[in-house]
Every structure is written in structure tokens, then in C-alpha cells.
């Protein structure tokens, strides 16, 4: 059966950073890319990006680039989002998705299993 | 990025109601579109895929239909486990993946 396992609520400061993990089960971890999404309360969807845990690859929407960074360890078959200088704004539920192809406009992508997401709070 | 703009935000409706929410990209996006339900505290679910394609797994309750920059999402006959949120999302754009305003559909 596969499960996106994510990992715990993260209570964290203004200025700091928070590394959310997201552990793969039921599947060969390495033949599906893994996406980020947040999304903020009262607010749709937010991508964040992808990494490819077969070849290490990142790509990160335009908005996070230089705050993001998404890792893989596959000896446990799990992804990593690091987001850095947090504000108030990020506090939000990230999840982690899988999809079998990248975004392109040649192959249909869809993310078609979901961690239940992790809650991120940013309070001083 | 592709602005995608769904319609209503809200809707309330009763079990065994037909519901249909639209989808509208800001440019052609060549049916690279996705619907999924969302859940307090539960996982994301796949519903459509390539805007018509019902996941498995899926009720075909629900349907999806559209092209170029106009989608639909139907659901038959609406059943108590289907008070949720729904959103689009195009994946046609390779690094700008976006998803629509969500529509929250309650019972009546």
C-alpha cells in the first residue's frame, strides 16, 4: 500500500528555518518524483517544487528559489524540504506528493498520492 | 504563471444533487488539468487526471470534461462523503505549476 509518511507539526521563530520530511512506503522510491505544496490558511495550493530522488534533480518555483531546498536520502526513502528565513506568511500546511513524470507539456503529470501534510506555525 | 480561476468558491447542496464545478486557465493549457479533493487532516485525493481520465479507484460519480482553457468537474449524484474542497490544477507549464482558488461544496 503506498504512504507518503510525513513528519510532525513544527512550531518555529521568525528567521529560522524548518526541514519537513516526507518518507516513502509501498513503492521503489526511486521511480517517482517527489513535489512539495503548501497551503496556507484560507488559501489555494502553493507548488513549491520537485526533486527527482532517482537523480538528485531539484526544480523550485520562481517564489523560493534561494529559500528552498529539497533532498533525498535513499537508503530510507525519504524526501526533505528545507525552507529558510521563514515569515509569518509561510506558516502553512506543507505536503509532500508523488507523481511519475516531471511537469511537461509533452507528458501528463498528476500527483496521485499524498503525505496528510505537516503543519508549520511561525510565531516570535 | 497560468492563472487558474475556479467557480463558485462555495456551493451548498444536497445528498443525490448533481454539482458541477468550472475551471477556467488564463491561456490554453492542451487538457494538462487535475482535480483533486481535499480533506481537514487527511491526505489530498486524485480524483482526474488529463482533465477527463478518473483515477482509479475513483467513483464514476465524478467526471471531468474540457479543453483549451475551459474545464468541468461533475459529480452525479452528490453523496455525504463528498462535502469537501475541491481544486484544479494545470501542469502544463513545466516549472509554474499552479492550482486554482478551491471550491467548497457543503450540504445543504
Known amino acids: 500500500q503506498v504512504q507518503l509518511v510525513q513528519s510532525g507539526a513544527e512550531v518555529t521563530k521568525p528567521g529560522a528555518s524548518v526541514k519537513v520530511s516526507c518518507k516513502s512506503i509501498?513503492?521503489?522510491?526511486?521511480?517517482?518524483?517527489v513535489h512539495w505544496v503548501r497551503q496556507a490558511p484560507g488559501q489555494g495550493p502553493e507548488w513549491m517544487g520537485w526533486?527527482?530522488?532517482?537523480?538528485?534533480?531539484?526544480k523550485y518555483a520562481q517564489k523560493f528559489l534561494g529559500r528552498v531546498t529539497m533532498t533525498r536520502d535513499t537508503s530510507i526513502s525519504t524526501a526533505y524540504m528545507e525552507l529558510s528565513s521563514l515569515r509569518s506568511d509561510d506558516a502553512a500546511i506543507y505536503y509532500c506528493?508523488?507523481?511519475?513524470?516531471?511537469?511537461?507539456?509533452?507528458?501528463?503529470?498528476?500527483?496521485?498520492?499524498w503525505g496528510r501534510g505537516t503543519l508549520v506555525t511561525v510565531s516570535s | 504563471d497560468i492563472q487558474m480561476t475556479q467557480s463558485p468558491s462555495s456551493l451548498s447542496a444536497s445528498v443525490g444533487d448533481r454539482v458541477t464545478i468550472t475551471c477556467r486557465a488564463s491561456r490554453d493549457i492542451s487538457r494538462f488539468l487535475n482535480w483533486y479533493q481535499l480533506k481537514p487532516g487527511k491526505a489530498p485525493r486524485l480524483l482526474i487526471y488529463a482533465a477527463s481520465t478518473l483515477q482509479g479507484g475513483v467513483p464514476s460519480r465524478f467526471s471531468g470534461s474540457g479543453s483549451g482553457t475551459d474545464y468541468t468537474l461533475a459529480i452525479s449524484s452528490l453523496q455525504p462523503e463528498d462535502f469537501a474542497t475541491y481544486y484544479c490544477q494545470q501542469t502544463y507549464t513545466t516549472f509554474a505549476l499552479t492550482f486554482g482558488g478551491g471550491t467548497t461544496v457543503e450540504i445543504k
Open positions: 526533486t527527482n530522488p532517482n537523480s538528485g534533480d531539484t
Open positions: 509501498g513503492y521503489t522510491f526511486t521511480d517517482y518524483y
Open positions: 506528493a508523488r507523481s511519475l513524470n516531471a511537469p511537461s507539456p509533452t507528458h501528463y503529470c498528476y500527483f496521485d498520492y
